[in-house]
């Protein structure tokens, strides 16, 4: 995988929120930014619920971008282009963890 920014979550079924398990490629602010993150909100958020993978050409004019953390570094990055968002199942979630620890 030739990513430069990973984020893996968990869902916390009872909460209905996402759980930044593993991350790469970000600061500990935009990784704490992510907190609390809803199933539904965001791009993530909405992977999570739609269980479909999801493919934004132009993050930082995108309505669904709802993070502050998220906005000032989708706005101020020169490189951010396409972005790719796919629900993992328990198993491949394992699978990713490990690979990136």
Do not use: H, I
């Amino acid at each position: 995988m030739d990513a430069k920014v990973v984020l893996a979550f968990l869902v916390d079924e009872e909460n209905q929120e996402l759980v930044l398990e593993v991350y790469r490629g970000v600061s500990e602010e935009f990784a704490s930014g992510l907190r609390g993150l809803k199933v539904g909100e965001g791009f993530n958020g909405q992977g999570a619920q739609t269980r479909k993978p999801l493919l934004v050409e132009n993050a930082s004019s995108d309505p669904r971008l709802t993070r502050e953390v998220v906005k000032r570094v989708v706005t101020t990055a020169d490189d951010v282009g396409g972005s790719g968002f796919e629900p993992l199942t328990s198993a491949m979630s394992t699978q990713c963890s490990n690979q990136l620890s």
